[in-house]
């Protein structure tokens, strides 16, 4: 997609140098947003690029953060030390903006739903080795009991999910 040209408005632009790509009137100069200080010509060319070719660049740059992990942890490094006190800013602003969105009652429930989770991962191990092992008496009711505690607690929590719930 070729980038339509940009009128020249003295709100949001003035002329500056030439770009880094070349992009440039009969005078030498490029237009420039006052803002952002960035080529004009430039910018519609990001802006109107196609999702298929932004998605080729994506590929290509994990392709080559693949390739060239040491190359891609240094210049990680060297980006998050030059840029250390926004970053930890970001980091901060993302912590608060993520506990604001989660109630106290969506809190329970999630912590409600990982423990309930790893009871049926221990409830599905025990029924496997009910089935494909041989087990004395005191082993057998053992694993009942412990089957009937995990069905137990099991029950009151989904009673608790669906107090939130409703």
């Known amino acids: 997609m070729i980038p339509t040209k940009t009128p020249f408005n003295p709100l949001k632009h003035y002329v500056g140098k030439a770009c880094k790509h070349g992009h440039v009137d009969e005078n030498n100069e490029s237009t420039r947003y006052l803002t952002t200080s960035t080529c004009v010509e430039c910018a519609n060319y990001r802006y109107n690029k196609t999702p298929e070719a932004m998605n080729k660049q994506a590929v290509h740059s994990r392709n080559w953060q ?5 190359a891609f942890a240094i210049i990680t490094l060297r980006y ?8 930890l800013a970001n980091n901060l602003l993302r912590y608060h903006a993520n506990k604001l969105k989660t109630t106290p009652e969506q809190h329970a429930l999630t912590l409600l739903r990982r423990r309930n989770h790893k009871r049926r991962k221990v409830e599905l191990e025990l029924r496997t080795r009910l ?3 041989t087990l004395t008496s005191k082993q057998l009711d053992s694993i009942n009991r412990r089957l009937a505690n995990i069905q137990a ?3 009151q ?9 409703d």
């Open 66 to 70: 693949k390739k060239n992990k040491e």
């Open 80 to 87: 998050r030390e030059k840029h250390r006190e926004q970053s």
């Open 131 to 133: 089935e494909t092992e």
């Open 153 to 155: 607690q099991l029950q």
């Open 157 to 165: 929590e989904e009673a608790v999910l669906l107090h939130y719930v």
